[in-house]
């Protein structure tokens, strides 16, 4: 009995030491920098990461994301923080399903990766409003981003609710948690030299308030070669292999390598070749480079109305893992490979600095040679149309144009960016469903006289009456036409013009609708001009002005416009021009199915919906709904939403998103050579067709059966067009 409690005491004594130990192992956990790389508990280290954002796809999703990313070769995941997710109103917070960021942080930590966790809180990201929650252009006295007191105590309490909450869940490396990397603000230099001295003041305060929440760990800056100490400045951008960092005891990072572009409505799909995307990176860690993210691993997709202006509901942008989750090749299986090459220099790499060898005319060799004998040699061939062959150690190597290849021990070429081994593969959408049947219920435009509705003199900034609750705001006042006109009996119909700040309109006289007028990305403003068929008496114009998303990059967000802002004039009047801007306007917020919330199974029941032979076709303003199955296996899903023009769609009351398939690609589309500097006009694809066709439906959305599926289309469809496709991967 003695010599068992003796062994008892023992076993508790060993428990109790491993215990302290992996204690005090957690605690003493460090992150620091050299002007070499980042440095993990002593350890240099050359990083690979790659942006996912977890709002873009679902929490079902996570693990497979994360998993393929990791045997992708992938160290960290990095991801913005989406404060308008969090914070939908002022010190209301929403951390559920795919906004549950510490649940995805430590998704992440089990698989064995690092974070970088860029708190912004400005994302930019082709994402409503760059991040920021509406509400905030409305508080008195704000100025965005520069040296203002309500912008930047907003900013701080924000920033430090984050960071306190990674504290509390312990997810920063020096707790033992997964988080080596935070950063704060995002891609602020161009605005700084726009704004001069008080962006400068703010760039430093953001800085300051950062470092000063002591998370144990590293603070980055991109885009920010002011970045003061301790903060990282760091680089984005197709290429960053001439960057250098404000400091030489600061390490050369990369926080975002362009994977491909996002698509907008009304343009064409870009794509990045996987060559060249590996050449951009050899190209960056042959010249120093350390840290590496690919922006987009894995894109996703902008469901409700999360995306930026203009910016589609895919959010795919060409990444290793498409939108629906599955690896697109040969990108994903190229840069895996190329991942192993470079993680096999390591040692060199973090050891010693390039020794640069002319091999040629538009040849050179990078050469890392470390003291305990590590050796690595990156072999460049920058001639976009030539081969080359090079002599290097006495070896010859046969290099593609505009590659580079690795030589871990520098004698062996284990990888050249332009020679592709991963197999590629072809994704299909196929039919899963028979035809949906389809009911319908018509969306009449309001009157002045409706609940809900209120009066103004003059025009309103749609945003600031709606504050972005909805797309929707109806603009309604009179025409008052004396029998005496003379165009009543000379047929000559008076000419309304309207000038919106966008983004798109869609004009109402008496009931009927008189034509619509969109924008884009690059100029959301329009104009209506056309002639109408007014009668004497009282005609009633109603205008609904609808937003596309909001703006997600620039300065002076607090000054941005949407909507019907005027002038608003009507000619050909006896009188000649009658400005209609100033006269008494009324508003109604949304449409009259939003607040019935005809999106839900609840909602849907509370009016009467036709079918058959009275089902709508080709009818402006009009909803659908629809119930169905899910398909068989574990295929990703979508909508082909061929037919339907512009809208909404959401399944069991979730929003997939905008759809718009009504809106054709523009621009140039043509033979893609991987070889030469890449930007977004290159390689494009889909010109001619829908900027977005399909549409993303989560498998974790749907039942068995009775999903209820609803379509609002403003333009007016066909909607036994619609089909469900599964995506596959064909052989």
């Known amino acids: 009995m003695l010599r068992n409690n003796n062994m008892l005491r023992v076993g508790s004594i060993f428990i109790l030491c491993l215990f302290v130990s992996s204690w005090i192992c957690s605690v003493m956990a460090t992150v620091s920098y050299d002007r070499k790389a980042i440095i993990v508990n002593g350890k240099r280290k050359i990083l690979i990461s790659g942006s996912i954002h977890y709002p873009r796809s679902t929490p079902e999703m996570w693990p497979d994301l ?27 917070y929403y951390f559920e399903d795919r906004y549950d960021l510490v ?42 981003r520069t040296d203002n007191e ?23 490396e020096t707790q033992g948690g997964p988080i080596i990397l935070s950063q704060i603000e995002n891609e602020f230099g161009p605005v700084e030299w726009e704004i001069g001295a008080p962006g400068k003041a703010y760039a430093k305060w953001a800085a300051q308030m950062a470092v000063g929440l002591s998370t144990g760990v590293p603070w980055v800056m991109c885009k920010q070669d002011d970045a003061p100490d301790p903060v990282i400045n760091t680089c984005n951008g197709w290429y960053c292999e001439n960057f250098k960092p404000n400091q030489k005891y600061k390490p050369k990072m990369w926080t975002e390598n362009w994977t491909g572009w ?137 290099l593609p144009p505009w590659s580079i290849s690795v030589l871990p021990d520098c004698k062996t070429a284990v990888f050249n960016t332009a020679r592709v081994g991963a197999q590629s593969s072809q994704k299909k959408m196929i039919p899963v469903n028979s035809a949906f049947s389809w009911q319908s219920y018509s969306e009449d435009s309001p009157s002045a006289d409706d609940d809900g509705t209120f009066a103004n003199q003059g025009l309103w900034e749609q945003i600031n009456v709606t504050r972005d609750t909805t797309d929707y ?18 047929g000559q119909d008076p000419q309304l013009t309207i000038w919106s700040a966008g983004h ?80 008494k306007w009324s508003y109604k917020i949304g449409l009259k199915g939003e607040a019935l ?44 939403m061929s037919g339907m023009g512009k809208g909404q769609i959401w399944i069991n009351g979730q929003s997939i998103g905008r759809h718009w398939p009504g809106y054709i690609a523009h621009g140039n589309c043509g033979a893609c050579n991987y070889a030469g500097t890449y930007d977004d006009k290159k390689c494009r694809t889909n010109c001619g067709e829908p900027s977005q066709k399909w549409y993303h439906v989560p498998r974790s959305w749907l039942n068995p059966g009775g999903n209820l599926m609803v379509v609002f289309e403003e333009w007016g469809g066909n909607p036994t067009g619609i089909s469900l496709v599964k995506r596959t991967t064909a052989s």
């Not at 480079?289 to 959010?315: E, P």
């Not at 705001?473 to 000379?490: C, G, H, Q, R």
């Open 103 to 144: 649940k995805f942080i430590k998704l992440v930590q089990q698989a064995g990766l690092y974070v970088h966790l860029r708190i912004g809180p400005y994302v930019c990201a082709e994402w409503n409003f760059g991040g920021f929650p509406v509400w905030l252009k409305y508080v008195p006295g704000i100025e965005f």
């Open 597 to 640: 919330n005809l999106h839900t199974v609840s909602g849907s029941s509370s009016v009467e919906w036709v079918e058959g032979s009275l089902l709508a076709h080709k009818q402006p303003l009009t909803w659908y709904k629809t119930t169905f199955s899910a398909p068989q296996g574990n295929d990703p899903l979508a909508l082909d």
């Open 262 to 398: 996002y698509t907008e409505f009304g343009g064409a799909t870009p794509n990045r070749p996987a060559e060249d995307l590996a050449f951009s990176v050899a190209r960056f860690i042959q010249n120093g480079g350390s840290f590496v993210n690919y922006y987009m691993y894995h894109g996703g997709t902008n469901f409700g109305r999360t995306a930026g202006g203009f910016i589609a509901t895919s959010y795919d942008y060409d990444a290793p893992i498409d939108e629906y989750g599955l690896v697109r090749e040969p990108k994903y299986g190229h840069l895996r490979d190329l991942h192993k090459a470079i993680k096999s220099c390591e040692p060199a790499l973090v050891s010693a600095d390039p020794t640069v060898k002319s091999l040629g005319n538009s040849q050179e060799a990078h050469v890392f040679k470390s003291k305990s004998g590590a050796c690595a040699a990156f072999l460049a061939n920058y001639d976009t149309k030539s081969p080359a062959k090079v002599t290097f150690g006495n070896k010859q190597y046969d």
């Open 66 to 92: 994360i998993a393929k990313a990791k045997e992708g070769g992938l160290d960290a995941i990095q991801t913005y923080v989406f404060w308008n997710g969090h914070e939908p109103s002022p010190g209301k």
């Open 473 to 490: 705001l109806w603009y309604m006042t009179d025409v008052n036409i004396s029998p005496n006109e003379a165009f009543l009996k000379s």
């Open 150 to 172: 309500p912008f930047k105590a907003a900013m701080q309490k924000f920033t430090q609710k984050m960071v306190s909450m990674m504290k509390a869940e312990n997810l920063f």
């Open 504 to 583: 798109a309109l869609h004009v109402f006289i008496n009931g009927q609708q008189s034509g619509t007028v969109y924008g884009g990305l690059e100029n959301p403003k329009l104009t209506f001009n056309q002639n109408i068929k007014l009668r004497a008496g009282i005609n009633k114009l109603s205008l609904l002005s609808i937003a596309v998303g909001l703006q997600n990059v620039g300065t002076h967000f607090e000054k941005w416009n949407t909507g019907v802002l005027g002038p608003v004039t009507l000619k050909g009047l006896n009188e000649g021009t009658r400005d209609l801007s100033r006269q």
